[in-house]
């Protein structure tokens, strides 16, 4: 009987994972072409300006969607009044963490001397009122690992508000054109997720329960705040210290590396914490659970990170034209950093699903106070450097997220990179090959194809050579996934 257990959690984890992975790729395949278009459309500058936006807006999620949505997925037991109660309380965060952006919108227009950030950052602002339902809403698809049912809903807003937003744009509204997109997508993948998942909000208010659930949240809720905030300060830094257009380019030179990994990373932490929350009390299960997200993790996002920084000159010279080349440098050093980042997230959830935190907490702490410490160094230098030193310590930090569940589950940092080893050789040895291949005399249209050929090519096979595990567990994912 326990055996069938265990076989049907892995069965649901293997699909779950894939139809998250597949709800995140189209999602973010959609929103990278329009977002494509609209860098076409518009000026690092007037990119930059949005950018500026987006970092609010997302700061501000934090308050309204963070913390109860992720106690809702670890509680062992949910009963219906607590997804109601949760509503609740969300819904009324988000006014007055609204009514804040609101009459601090002039503020920031000056600050940053753009005026038409103010009425940018009023309107845009009432995304957290959606945001707050859909919290609650992906978390109840995230207990019953019903991933089929998100990728629907998320596939539909993202088509109509990338629609609208390309009119908009080619109309020459091109910063409301980027605002329409996020308030468009926001409401209509709230009513795509009440047509396509059960849940209705409905029962009463359990203070018994919030309490419960909020003495766990508000850790997750604080972590979840610094961590963001330390995301998005090197943008608020390089807006203000530099300019709107160098923010656009730092923007756009994320977004490669950034969609890729925070991608695979969302999906990691959608399937595996509710996984790893139903087998809290058993370290061995847990231990091999994680072994096999972080062998998984490495295989798929180091080849990604070193074939992008390997074929960045031609990729951005097809996608974005050449007065975006002045960010290659840029998308190249935050390929580094952002190659351990599900490597972060796998760690971090583990340490969640076994309820500590606490611990979760303090290592927040504990490592942005490391981080600004580096940014405080880095700000002498150039943009490079600072982001050359911002990889540092995102690779220090991966020791900093293992150490306890050295003692936890018996799976810390050194066995972590001995089974992220092989991921890396064969990745470094195919970047470097992909990156030798701009000195042929070719045209970005036609260089970048035969990067990516001979890149996926030669990954494939020094993976068969060294890294043959999880190159059959991969396949066999996807086999369980067609079936």
């Known amino acids: 009987m326990a055996e069938n257990s265990s076989g049907n959690l892995k069965s649901r984890v293997a699909r779950g994972l894939l139809w998250k992975l597949s709800e995140l790729a189209g999602a973010q395949g959609v929103q990278f072409v329009v977002a494509l278009l609209l860098a076409r459309l518009m000026t690092p500058a007037e990119y930059g300006t949005v950018s500026y936006i987006m970092i609010f807006i997302t700061i501000a999620n934090v308050f309204v969607q963070s913390g109860f949505a992720t106690?809702?997925?670890?509680?062992?037991?949910?009963?219906?009044?607590d997804y109601s109660s949760v509503l609740r309380i969300c819904l009324l965060t988000a006014v007055p963490v609204y009514l804040?952006?609101?009459?601090?919108?002039?503020?920031?227009?000056?600050?940053?001397?753009?005026?038409?950030?103010?009425?940018?950052?009023?309107v845009m602002g009432v995304v957290l009122f959606p945001g707050a339902v859909i919290s609650i809403q992906t978390a109840y698809v995230s207990?019953?690992?019903?991933?089929?049912?998100?990728?629907?809903?998320?596939?539909?807003?993202v088509l109509l508000s990338g629609a609208v937003s390309v009119v908009m744009a080619y109309r020459g509204?091109?910063?409301?054109?980027?605002?329409?997109?996020?308030?468009?997508?926001?409401?209509?993948?709230?009513?795509?997720?009440?047509?396509?998942?059960?849940?209705?909000?409905?029962g009463g208010f359990r203070k018994d329960r919030v309490r419960r659930l909020f003495s766990f949240g508000w850790?997750?809720?604080?972590?979840?705040?610094?961590?963001?905030?330390?995301?998005?300060l090197y943008g608020l830094i390089i807006g203000k210290r530099y300019s709107a257009a160098d923010l656009g380019g730092?923007?756009?030179g994320e977004q490669f590396p950034k969609i890729l990994t925070t991608n695979l990373a969302s999906a990691i932490q959608a399937v595996v914490l509710p996984a790893y929350a139903r087998n809290q009390d058993d370290p061995d299960r847990l231990r091999s659970m994680m072994r096999?997200?972080?062998?998984?993790?490495?295989?798929?996002?180091?080849?990604?990170?070193?074939?992008?920084?390997?074929?960045?000159?031609?990729?951005?010279?097809?996608?974005?034209?050449?007065?975006?080349?002045?960010c290659v440098p840029y998308l190249c050093v935050m390929c580094l950093g952002y190659a351990f980042y599900p490597i972060h997230v796998t760690n971090l959830q583990m340490i969640t699903a076994l309820g500590r935190s606490d611990l979760f907490l303090r290592l927040e702490i504990l490592k942005k106070a490391l981080g600004i410490l580096i940014l405080l160094?880095?700000?002498?230098?150039?943009?490079?450097?600072?982001?050359?030193?911002?990889a540092l310590d995102e690779f220090l930090c991966t020791f900093l997220n293992a150490w306890p569940l050295g003692r936890l589950i018996g799976y810390g940092i050194l066995k972590q990179y001995r089974d992220m080893l092989p991921g890396a050789l064969c990745s470094c040895l195919m970047g470097a090959a992909v990156w030798s291949l701009n000195r042929l005399s070719l045209p970005a249209p036609v260089l970048l194809p035969v990067q990516i050929a001979a890149g996926a090519a030669l990954y494939a096979l020094f993976s068969w050579l060294w890294n043959r595990e999880n190159f059959r567990y991969l396949l066999e994912l996807f086999r369980k996934w067609r079936g």
């Open 143 to 157: 207990r019953e690992m019903d991933f089929r049912q998100l990728f629907k809903a998320t596939m539909a807003a």
């Open 377 to 390: 160094l880095s700000l002498r230098y150039g943009i490079v450097a600072m982001l050359l030193l911002k």
């Open 71 to 81: 106690a809702l997925i670890q509680a062992p037991e949910v009963e219906e009044e």
């Open 292 to 326: 096999r997200s972080i062998g998984l993790s490495s295989f798929v996002i180091f080849p990604m990170m070193a074939g992008l920084a390997g074929c960045s000159t031609a990729l951005i010279r097809v996608l974005l034209t050449d007065r975006w080349l002045f």
């Open 219 to 232: 850790k997750i809720l604080a972590a979840g705040l610094i961590d963001t905030v330390w995301m998005n």
């Open 100 to 122: 804040l952006l609101f009459f601090a919108a002039p503020a920031a227009a000056a600050f940053y001397e753009i005026p038409v950030l103010c009425p940018l950052l009023r």
């Open 173 to 202: 509204l091109n910063v409301w054109a980027m605002a329409a997109q996020q308030i468009l997508y926001y409401f209509a993948l709230m009513a795509g997720l009440f047509v396509t998942v059960p849940w209705r909000p409905r």
């Open 250 to 252: 730092y923007n756009r």
